[in-house]
């Protein structure tokens, strides 16, 4: 899958029309099992070599931080490098202009894993307490059913706070038991809960993992045991939306005491 951003002369920030372009690319992709992404940026034959490595890595850097702020994996890019300049191959006058604005550029690659994965199972509804105090293994993966967030926000209602409280206390005494904090959101369009109305940006998802993350730390469980990230909506549980503002916990080792 590919996409190109064009910019303005001599600019590396998107403009307005080719950052929805943009936007709207990512929003076809962010369902799909992503092997690798490829961003590579470009100018057009004005200027001077240096001056054009730099300007094209800068295009791609720009292009590299909306994938960031829109919770793309950036263990997946794996190439963001300014290609420098296109040189002009037609001699036709009339066309220079348009050729020199098609060459400022970045052309983005998108390579999906291939077979694709099969989905996941969705968690079985049980006690989130009951299924840490008992026997887990590496891979279990335990929905915390009972913590809602606000639409639009990494913040957890008052009633929620009380549950963590016993999960942080659990997880407290656990300590041969590492884990990640996996954080979802329940919808892109509509309500559009995957942009943090308090930041703007549209990394809600990562925000509530490291809600939870921070809280627990407070709470006692030590920073080395644990890690968080964003899943986007990319596992609905074909429920209520409000159900899908949630995060879960994947048991990533447990070492023998």
């Known amino acids: 899958m590919k996409h190109e ?75 963001v490098d300014g290609k420098g300049k296109i040189l002009v191959n037609i001699i036709r006058e009339d066309d220079l202009n348009k050729i020199r604005g098609l060459n400022r550029k970045v052309e983005i690659i998108v390579t999906p894993v291939y077979p694709p994965k099969e989905k996941e199972e969705k968690p079985e509804k049980n006690n989130p307490e009951d299924l ?3 026997d887990l293994k590496e891979g279990d993966k335990i929905l915390l059913d009972n913590l809602l967030f606000r639409t639009g926000y990494s913040y957890l209602t008052k009633d929620s706070k009380k549950v963590l409280d016993k999960i942080a206390e659990i997880l407290a005494e656990r300590t041969n038991i590492y884990f990640t904090i996996e954080g979802h959101v329940c919808c892109t369009q509509g309500n559009r809960d995957a942009v943090d109305r308090k930041t703007k940006k549209r990394n809600l998802s990562v925000a509530r993992a490291k809600y939870i993350y921070d809280y627990l730390a ?32 994947l048991v990533t080792r447990i070492y023998d005491k």
């Open 132 to 134: 840490l105090k008992g």
């Open 218 to 249: 407070d709470k006692g469980v030590k920073h080395y045991r644990m890690k968080y990230v964003g899943m986007r909506r990319k596992a609905p549980l074909g429920g209520e939306p409000e159900l899908d503002r949630r995060v879960e916990i």
């Open 5 to 79: 951003v064009y910019f303005e002369t001599d600019q590396h920030d998107i403009p307005e029309t080719e950052h929805s372009r943009l936007l709207l690319f990512l929003s076809t992709i962010e369902d799909i099992d992503i092997e690798k992404v490829t961003i590579y940026g470009f100018t057009d034959d004005r200027g001077s070599d240096n001056y054009n490595l730099v300007l094209s890595q800068n295009r791609a850097d720009a292009i590299k931080e909306v994938f960031s702020n829109n919770e793309f994996d950036e263990s997946k890019m794996t190439n």
